[in-house]
């Protein structure tokens, strides 16, 4: 099965910046569409970020000119580089895997941006 395993996630203040990272095993990585996702509590879960294997982007309208997303296909991982976070970037953020009708979810991973 295809695993999906996030990193980087912690506690900022507002202002800062924080690197995300998801390790994919168990599949060829570069056939998936990679995104990153987040919920806040009492909140749909959102697309942030979505990136395919040709490297083709787009973004939340919240987060556009401060995140980025980037994968690197010879390790297997998807990055989201999060600057200037602000309160409401406050959530827990999932990394997915899609080809065609399937999905795959990482663990999640916290991310708190104090004011």
């Known amino acids: 099965q295809v695993q999906l395993v996030e990193s980087g996630g912690g506690l900022v203040q507002a202002g800062g910046s924080l690197r995300l990272s998801c390790a994919v095993s168990g599949s060829i990585f570069s056939r998936y569409v990679m995104g990153w996702y987040r919920q806040a509590p009492g909140k749909q879960r959102e697309k942030v970020a979505q990136?395919?294997?040709?490297?083709?982007?787009n973004y939340a309208d919240s987060v556009k000119g401060r995140f980025t997303i980037s994968r690197n296909n010879a390790n297997n991982t998807v990055y989201l580089q999060m600057n200037t976070l602000k309160s409401e970037d406050t959530a827990v953020y999932y990394c997915?895997?899609?080809?065609?009708?399937?999905?795959?979810w990482g663990q999640g991973t916290q991310v708190t941006v104090s004011s």
């Open positions: 990136i395919r294997s040709g490297s083709t982007s």
């Open positions: 997915n895997a899609a080809l065609g009708f399937t999905n795959y």
